[in-house]
Structures are given as structure tokens and as C-alpha cells.
């Protein structure tokens, strides 16, 4: 759905109004209830090329050819018997206004065919604008154009040489000595002839003004579109009445037929004179000059309006206007871009291709002659990625999975479980063994009371009787030694220390194992993040990268709106109202706007969207107005 589309829709409301005036039962009665054959064609064409809804496309230039190349339009019918009428010229004339309605809702759809080539050229046209900018935009570029279009040049500058053309052969044919002073003498006669045809000091300069032409060719087309584009937009708006809010204000017979073949002489007009004209000021003089001619033949009498005109003249217009004058247009536009536009595929890509074929050799014995290490290369890249999510992905997973589940297995220890447990039972019978082997220390037997005593002082970490008899066998070391009492207290000793770390160690086993969960997940992260990068990466280089276009038609669609700003405050308005120049490059802007935001805003706000671009180009608003409806969709859309 397009802008021209949408507003197609509403004319063909305010048409679809004056049938209703044209088919009411006091004005026309009929003594059967079905109107006559011929008044039910005109009926169902009229219903044929109505546009009835802002999605439904518009008819084909062929198709709609044909419904109005129908001999029902031109034939003259009888007055049939079943009409009731006081005269002839009361029947005539009802026929006439369905006519003249098949010639109004016809030019609708011409006209409207021909906005929309006139819109697609447009934007083709600003296409080409913003190539021959990017090329006068850099020195680089512009060089890089001269370097693609040198073979081109130096064909037609060799085509142009008179003397190496009239050469004889007879003339070549000589001595080596005699060839190089024939050549030197042509070559020299030749660039005498046509000195500019190879600027050999500066190409680059020569191509940048060709670009510079090539550039200004197309700004001035542009304008001539969208001046074209404004007029034929303001010509629909003449079908809406100003008071159109009110209930039964409607164009009159006069109003609305003269807006008729106003436009479908101005449709036929603009295409005739759009490809002779070189500016705009030109272009629009000439329409305007044109359209009052082919005006001039209509008089005002009291009664009403005539035209030298009759609905059958507009009908054959218009079918000559889709079948010869719009196919013609297209075509010479089509070789207006291929004259000044961009250059050709082949132009612009000869030298990476010819690189890329020149190269294609060495490159073919590079990787033959190293393709065992390429194929190597590839399985370790394989490999190692297959490693890579079984070590840091799967493997973090169960074991992150297991210890939600308590599994045994899968818990976090730095020490064995039994063994804090053995190393204190050891210690306490070394203790006791030890104090029921000193005899200075013991009374006999040593009762069951003293031997749990001394277990629970141990467990509590007191080795008093061990360190008592240590101290002791200090004294006389030797003797200790000897004796072995000294040596089983310092073995007491370190079993003592290395209880104590165990007792160390065990704390901290039990603090990893109130966090296992936490370092599963810390365990689990980088894997994770890492394939999520990964994955990403490769959606968005072989994808269809979304996200990016997504991006991309944010800064294309703010763009967009500082060009709509931009059109809107350096117009020039005539009563608060933009040219018609001004008023197509808006469309062109809005246009372009809409098919850049369908991928942005979903349905709701799309369909605001356009209903706030209807608002912006309303040109009979005024320009004030126009401005507070750019600033109302800046804050809406685009903050």
C-alpha cells in the first residue's frame, strides 16, 4: 500500500458520492426495476475500475486499457422503452453523467498508473544521485572511476582519431626507422586535431566533471518528477470540496467534469513533456501553457459548463495515454538512467574479476599443493570445537545437574571423608599407649574413667601428659632418646599437627560444599557465553541478519525524516503552500519513509504512522502545520 494508492481510495469516496447523486430514484425512474443493459455495462466498468480499498493495487495499464477500449463507451445507445422519461434529452443525459463518471474514476487509475511510474523513477533517479555524490565525495572514489572506465575512454578517443584512421597500409609498410617516424608524425598530427579528447595531465579531473554532468542530468529529471508528481496530486485534491465535512456538500456537475479532463490532459501533458524539458521551470511552464490550451475550447453559459470535450474524447485519451504515451515514457526513462547513470556491471567490476582470474592460478597451486595442512587445519578446527562443547558445555551441565540432585559423585572435596575421623582415633591411642607406658605417670592399671578422660582431652586438642613427659626428657635428651620416650612425643606431636590440618582442611571442604551450586554455574559460564557469541555470530553472517537491517533502517528512516524537515523548511511557500516541486519531493520522501519503517513498527503503529504521513502531506494545511506534524512523529516514533 502506497501513498498514491491511499489517495486514490479517497477520491474514488468522493466519486462514489456524486454516483449516488447520479443513480437516486427521483432523478431517473424506471418502470422495471433493473436499469437498461447498456446503463448496467457502464455500471459494472465503473465497478471494474473503481479502487475500493487503500491495499487493493491498481489495474494494470493493459487491462485497463481494454476495459475502456469496450465499444459500450463510445456507442450511442437508444432510449429503451422501459425508461420513464418526459425526454430524450433527460435519458442522454443521465447516460452521459455515467460516462463521464467511467472517464473520471478512469483517470484516477491512469493517472494514478502514471504516479506510480513517475514515483519508482524517482526514487531510481535519487539512486543514481547518491552513486555520482559518493564519486565526488573522495578523491579515492573518483579515481577508482577513472580507473573503471579506462578501457571505455581509450576506446572512443582511439575511434576518434582521424589520421591513425585514414592511414594507409601502404604507408605502414616500410622500413622500422620509417614506421616509428610515420607513427610519431601521425600521433602528433592526431593530438594537435583533437587536443581535449585525452586530457593526459589530469584524467581524474576530466571524469569528475563528466560525473559532475552526469549528476546534474539527473537532479534536473528528478525535479522534473517530482514537479510532475506534484501536480498530478494536486489536480486529485480539486475533487475534495472544502466544506467536505459538512453533509451534502458535493462538487457540481460543471466542477467536477471540468476537474476531470483537467486531468487527464494534464496526465497526458506531463508525459509529453517530460523527457524534452531540461529544468523544472521550464517543464512547468510549458504544462500549464499546454493544459490552457487544450482548456481554451470550454465556455461558461448560464446554465452550466460545456466542453468541446465529450466523456467518450476523455475515454480515448486515456486508453491512447496507457497503450502508446505511458509504455513510451517508461521506455525513454529506462535509457535516460542507462545514459547517465551509474555504469554498468561489467564497467564497475572488471578489475576485481580480472584480479580474482589472474590470481586464480597462483591460488589453485597454493591450496593443491597444501592441501593435506588445509584438511589437517580443518579436522583440528572441528576437533577442537567438538572438544570444546563437551568439556565446557555438556560436562559443566551434568555435573551442574548432579548436584542439583545431590548426587554423591558429583560433590566438590578436597579431602576423604574417613580420614579427619582415623587420623583422631590414631592420635588418642597413641596418647593413651603412651601414658600407660610411662610408669612415672601412672599409678598401675589406668582405669577405664582415665583412659575416656584422656580421649576426650585429646579430641579437644589437650596433650598435657605428652607434653609434661617431653618437657621432661629435655632435661636429659640423651637418656630420652636412648629410652625412646622423647622420640614417641614429638611422633605424638606431629600426628598432633597433622590432626589439626586435617581439622583446617575439613572447614574448608564444607564451605566449597555450601557453595557447590554457585561454582557449578561459575563453572558452566564460560562455555556458555562463548557458544552464545559464537552462535550469534554465525546467525548474523549467514542469517538473514535482521537485527542488522533493523538498525540500518533506523538510521536510513532518521535519514528520511531530516530530508522531510529539511524540504518543509527551505520551501518557499505562495499563500503559506509549497510548490508543486516541493510538494513531490515530499511525496517521494514520505514514500520512501513507508517502505523503510514496514520492517520497524508493527501493525498498530504502522498504521499511525501512516496516518500521520497523510497529515504531512497535506499541503493545503499550510507549511506551520506541517512542521508541528514532523516534530509530533519525531517524538513519537523515533525517541
Given at each position: 500500500?502506497?501513498?498514491?494508492?491511499?489517495?486514490?481510495?479517497?477520491?474514488?469516496?468522493?466519486l462514489?458520492?456524486?454516483?449516488?447523486?447520479?443513480?437516486?430514484?427521483?432523478?431517473?425512474?424506471?418502470?422495471?426495476?433493473a436499469?437498461p443493459?447498456?446503463?448496467?455495462?457502464?455500471?459494472?466498468?465503473?465497478?471494474?475500475?473503481?479502487?475500493?480499498?487503500?491495499?487493493?493495487?491498481?489495474?494494470?495499464?493493459?487491462?485497463?486499457?481494454?476495459l475502456?477500449?469496450?465499444?459500450?463507451?463510445?456507442?450511442?445507445?437508444?432510449?429503451?422503452?422501459?425508461?420513464?422519461?418526459?425526454?430524450?434529452?433527460?435519458?442522454?443525459?443521465?447516460?452521459?453523467?455515467?460516462?463521464?463518471?467511467v472517464?473520471?474514476?478512469?483517470?484516477v487509475?491512469?493517472?494514478?498508473?502514471?504516479?506510480?511510474?513517475?514515483?519508482?523513477?524517482?526514487?531510481r533517479?535519487?539512486?543514481?544521485?547518491?552513486?555520482?555524490n559518493?564519486?565526488?565525495?573522495?578523491?579515492?572514489?573518483?579515481?577508482?572511476?577513472?580507473?573503471?572506465?579506462?578501457?571505455?575512454?581509450?576506446?572512443?578517443?582511439?575511434?576518434?582519431?582521424?589520421?591513425?584512421?585514414?592511414?594507409?597500409?601502404?604507408?605502414?609498410?616500410?622500413?622500422?626507422?620509417?614506421?616509428?617516424?610515420?607513427?610519431y608524425?601521425?600521433?602528433?598530427?592526431?593530438?594537435?586535431?583533437?587536443?581535449?579528447?585525452?586530457?593526459?595531465?589530469?584524467?581524474?579531473?576530466?571524469?569528475?566533471?563528466?560525473?559532475?554532468?552526469?549528476?546534474?542530468?539527473?537532479?534536473?529529471?528528478?525535479?522534473?518528477?517530482?514537479?510532475?508528481?506534484?501536480?498530478?496530486?494536486?489536480?486529485?485534491?480539486?475533487?475534495?470540496?472544502?466544506?467536505?465535512?459538512?453533509?451534502?456538500?458535493?462538487?457540481?456537475?460543471?466542477?467536477?467534469?471540468?476537474?476531470?479532463?483537467?486531468?487527464?490532459?494534464?496526465?497526458?501533458?506531463?508525459?509529453?513533456?517530460?523527457?524534452?524539458?531540461?529544468?523544472?521551470?521550464?517543464?512547468?511552464?510549458?504544462?500549464?501553457?499546454?493544459?490552457?490550451?487544450?482548456?481554451?475550447?470550454?465556455?461558461?453559459?448560464?446554465?452550466?459548463?460545456?466542453?468541446?470535450?465529450?466523456?467518450a474524447?476523455?475515454i480515448?485519451?486515456?486508453?491512447?495515454?496507457?497503450?502508446?504515451?505511458?509504455?513510451?515514457?517508461?521506455?525513454?526513462?529506462?535509457?535516460?538512467?542507462?545514459?547517465?547513470?551509474?555504469?554498468?556491471?561489467?564497467?564497475?567490476?572488471?578489475?576485481?574479476?580480472?584480479?580474482?582470474?589472474?590470481?586464480?592460478?597462483?591460488?589453485?597451486?597454493?591450496?593443491?599443493?597444501?592441501?593435506?595442512?588445509?584438511?589437517?587445519?580443518?579436522?583440528?578446527?572441528?576437533?577442537?570445537?567438538?572438544?570444546?562443547?563437551?568439556?565446557?558445555?555438556?560436562?559443566?551441565?551434568?555435573?551442574?545437574?548432579g548436584?542439583?540432585?545431590?548426587?554423591?559423585?558429583?560433590e566438590?572435596?578436597?579431602?576423604?571423608?574417613?580420614?579427619?575421623v582415623?587420623?583422631?582415633?590414631?592420635?588418642?591411642?597413641?596418647?593413651?599407649?603412651?601414658v600407660r607406658?610411662?610408669?612415672?605417670?601412672?599409678?598401675?592399671?589406668?582405669?577405664?574413667?582415665?583412659?575416656?578422660?584422656?580421649?576426650?582431652a585429646?579430641?579437644?586438642?589437650?596433650?598435657?601428659?605428652?607434653?609434661?613427659?617431653?618437657?621432661?626428657?629435655?632435661?636429659?635428651?640423651?637418656?630420652?632418646?636412648?629410652?625412646?620416650?622423647?622420640?614417641?612425643a614429638?611422633?605424638?606431636?606431629?600426628?598432633?599437627?597433622?590432626?589439626?590440618?586435617?581439622?583446617a582442611?575439613?572447614?574448608?571442604?564444607?564451605?566449597?560444599?555450601?557453595?557447590?551450586?554457585?561454582?557449578?554455574?561459575?563453572?558452566?559460564?564460560?562455555?556458555?557465553?562463548?557458544?552464545?557469541?559464537?552462535?550469534?555470530?554465525?546467525?548474523?553472517?549467514?542469517?538473514n541478519?535482521?537485527?542488522?537491517?533493523?538498525g540500518?533502517?533506523?538510521?536510513?528512516?532518521r535519514?528520511?525524516?531530516?530530508?522531510?524537515?529539511?524540504?518543509?523548511?527551505?520551501?518557499?511557500?505562495?499563500?503559506?503552500?509549497?510548490?508543486?516541486?516541493?510538494?513531490?519531493?515530499?511525496?517521494?520522501?514520505?514514500?520512501?519513509?513507508?517502505?523503510?519503517?514496514?520492517?520497524?513498527?508493527?501493525?498498530?503503529?504502522?498504521?499511525?504512522?501512516?496516518?500521520?504521513?497523510?497529515?504531512?502531506?497535506?499541503?493545503?494545511?499550510?507549511?506551520?502545520?506541517?512542521?508541528?506534524?514532523?516534530?509530533?512523529?519525531?517524538?513519537?516514533?523515533?525517541?
Amino acid at each position: 500500500m502506497s501513498i498514491v494508492q491511499e489517495t486514490a481510495c479517497g477520491v474514488n469516496i468522493q466519486l462514489d458520492q456524486l454516483q449516488q447523486q447520479i443513480t437516486r430514484p427521483e432523478k431517473l425512474l424506471y418502470t422495471e426495476d433493473a436499469p437498461p443493459v447498456h446503463v448496467r455495462r457502464l455500471q459494472n466498468v465503473i465497478g471494474s475500475i473503481s479502487v475500493t480499498s487503500k491495499t487493493q493495487p491498481f489495474l494494470s495499464a493493459t487491462r485497463l486499457a481494454d476495459l475502456l477500449a469496450d465499444p459500450t463507451l463510445t456507442r450511442q445507445f437508444p432510449v429503451a422503452a422501459e425508461v420513464q422519461i418526459d425526454t430524450e434529452s433527460q435519458a442522454e443525459e443521465h447516460v452521459s453523467d455515467y460516462l463521464w463518471l467511467v472517464a473520471a474514476k478512469a483517470s484516477v487509475q491512469a493517472s494514478g498508473l502514471v504516479m506510480h511510474s513517475l514515483l519508482d523513477q524517482t526514487l531510481r533517479l535519487q539512486e543514481e544521485t547518491y552513486y555520482w555524490n559518493d564519486v565526488l565525495g573522495s578523491v579515492w572514489n573518483s579515481g577508482l572511476y577513472t580507473a573503471q572506465t579506462a578501457p571505455t575512454r581509450f576506446w572512443h578517443w582511439t575511434k576518434g582519431l582521424p589520421s591513425i584512421r585514414n592511414a594507409s597500409s601502404a604507408s605502414l609498410s616500410r622500413s622500422l626507422a620509417a614506421r616509428w617516424a610515420q607513427f610519431y608524425q601521425i600521433a602528433r598530427q592526431s593530438m594537435s586535431e583533437s587536443p581535449l579528447r585525452l586530457n593526459w595531465s589530469s584524467p581524474i579531473r576530466s571524469c569528475r566533471a563528466e560525473a559532475r554532468q552526469k549528476r546534474d542530468r539527473l537532479v534536473a529529471m528528478t525535479d522534473i518528477h517530482t514537479s510532475s508528481l506534484g501536480l498530478l496530486m494536486e489536480s486529485w485534491h480539486a475533487f475534495q470540496t472544502e466544506d467536505a465535512a459538512v453533509e451534502g456538500a458535493q462538487l457540481s456537475r460543471a466542477q467536477w467534469q471540468e476537474t476531470v479532463s483537467r486531468i487527464v490532459i494534464l496526465t497526458e501533458t506531463i508525459l509529453h513533456q517530460a523527457i524534452n524539458q531540461s529544468n523544472v521551470v521550464g517543464f512547468e511552464e510549458r504544462v500549464v501553457t499546454t493544459l490552457k490550451e487544450d482548456q481554451a475550447g470550454m465556455h461558461m453559459l448560464d446554465n452550466g459548463l460545456y466542453s468541446t470535450q465529450t466523456p467518450a474524447d476523455l475515454i480515448q485519451r486515456l486508453v491512447s495515454l496507457l497503450r502508446d504515451h505511458l509504455p513510451a515514457h517508461t521506455s525513454s526513462m529506462s535509457t535516460f538512467v542507462a545514459l547517465h547513470g551509474r555504469p554498468s556491471r561489467v564497467t564497475r567490476y572488471w578489475i576485481p574479476v580480472s584480479l580474482a582470474i589472474l590470481s586464480g592460478s597462483a591460488s589453485l597451486k597454493f591450496l593443491a599443493h597444501r592441501q593435506d595442512q588445509i584438511l589437517q587445519w580443518i579436522i583440528d578446527f572441528g576437533s577442537t570445537i567438538i572438544d570444546f562443547g563437551g568439556n565446557w558445555v555438556v560436562d559443566p551441565i551434568r555435573k551442574l545437574i548432579g548436584t542439583i540432585r545431590h548426587d554423591e559423585k558429583s560433590e566438590i572435596a578436597i579431602m576423604s571423608k574417613n580420614s579427619l575421623v582415623a587420623d583422631r582415633a590414631s592420635l588418642e591411642r597413641m596418647v593413651i599407649d603412651f601414658v600407660r607406658d610411662r610408669a612415672d605417670t601412672s599409678q598401675g592399671q589406668l582405669p577405664v574413667e582415665d583412659t575416656t578422660a584422656i580421649a576426650n582431652a585429646v579430641k579437644e586438642g589437650d596433650l598435657t601428659p605428652v607434653l609434661k613427659a617431653y618437657e621432661r626428657d629435655l632435661r636429659t635428651p640423651f637418656v630420652g632418646t636412648v629410652r625412646g620416650d622423647l622420640v614417641r612425643a614429638l611422633l605424638i606431636q606431629i600426628q598432633k599437627t597433622k590432626v589439626d590440618v586435617e581439622i583446617a582442611i575439613s572447614g574448608i571442604d564444607a564451605l566449597l560444599k555450601s557453595q557447590e551450586l554457585v561454582f557449578g554455574f561459575v563453572g558452566l559460564t564460560p562455555g556458555i557465553l562463548v557458544s552464545y557469541a559464537s552462535l550469534r555470530w554465525l546467525i548474523g553472517l549467514f542469517g538473514n541478519r535482521r537485527g542488522l537491517q533493523r538498525g540500518k533502517k533506523r538510521h536510513e528512516i532518521r535519514r528520511g525524516l531530516r530530508n522531510v524537515t529539511r524540504i518543509i523548511t527551505s520551501a518557499r511557500p505562495s499563500d503559506g503552500t509549497m510548490s508543486y516541486k516541493e510538494s513531490g519531493r515530499l511525496i517521494c520522501e514520505a514514500e520512501a519513509l513507508l517502505q523503510k519503517i514496514r520492517l520497524v513498527l508493527g501493525g498498530i503503529q504502522y498504521r499511525e504512522f501512516r496516518e500521520d504521513v497523510q497529515d504531512l502531506l497535506d499541503v493545503q494545511s499550510g507549511v506551520e502545520k506541517q512542521l508541528r506534524v514532523v516534530e509530533r512523529m519525531r517524538w513519537a516514533y523515533f525517541q
